[in-house]
């Protein structure tokens, strides 16, 4: 039993996600931080989440030129229920070596040229703060990985 679990600890993930975000980066006793962190851990073995903070959305832009696939986070974007954002990611992701880069942009928006290269997704119709955002994005990767696996998390 020790064994399993120890082997089970140190297991790579099939997956990641990197969440780009322009924006302050929260104090890890922050509840945004602590709930990414609980989706995080609930998906160990299966895909890592990590994010990356950007000051500017200049900054942002600039990275996220050089990243492929990118999904941002556009009001203009795809609307999309749980099952068809799982069916999205996975897909994503098999395309993309495993691996995928999701933004959520700076409060002025993406440039046009990001928009046209990019894949675009909406959360909603509602407008979040980033940090809203954020964690969403984490429960929505996590509700993914669920349906993928068959689980009743989904109900």
């Given at each position: 039993?020790?064994?399993?679990?120890?082997?089970?600890?140190?297991?790579t993930a099939l997956y990641r996600v990197e969440?780009?975000?322009?924006?302050?980066?929260?104090?890890?006793?922050?509840?945004?931080?602590?709930?990414?962190?609980?989706?995080?851990?609930?998906?160990?073995?299966?895909?890592?989440?990590?994010?990356?903070?950007?000051?500017?959305?200049?900054?942002?832009?600039?990275?996220?030129?050089?990243?492929?696939?990118?999904v941002c986070l556009d009001p203009r974007g795809?609307?999309?229920?749980?099952?068809?954002?799982?069916?999205?990611?996975?897909?994503?992701?098999?395309?993309?070596?495993?691996?995928?880069?999701?933004?959520?942009?700076?409060?002025?928006?993406?440039?046009?040229?990001?928009?046209?290269?990019?894949?675009?997704?909406?959360?909603?119709?509602?407008?979040?703060?980033?940090?809203?955002?954020?964690?969403?994005?984490?429960?929505?990767?996590?509700?993914?990985?669920?349906?993928?696996?068959?689980?009743?998390?989904?109900?």
């Amino acid at each position: 039993m020790w064994r399993a679990l120890s082997l089970l600890a140190g297991a790579t993930a099939l997956y990641r996600v990197e969440i780009h975000i322009a924006g302050r980066q929260p104090n890890k006793k922050d509840w945004e931080a602590q709930a990414v962190d609980e989706y995080a851990t609930r998906l160990r073995g299966t895909v890592d989440v990590t994010t990356t903070w950007y000051k500017t959305g200049a900054s942002l832009e600039k990275r996220l030129g050089a990243l492929a696939p990118v999904v941002c986070l556009d009001p203009r974007g795809e609307k999309a229920d749980s099952e068809r954002f799982a069916e999205l990611l996975f897909d994503g992701l098999d395309a993309g070596g495993s691996r995928m880069h999701v933004a959520i942009g700076p409060a002025e928006g993406f440039s046009d040229e990001l928009r046209r290269s990019s894949t675009l997704l909406s959360l909603s119709e509602l407008t979040f703060p980033h940090q809203v955002a954020r964690v969403l994005l984490a429960e929505q990767i996590y509700r993914a990985a669920e349906i993928r696996r068959g689980s009743g998390y989904h109900k």
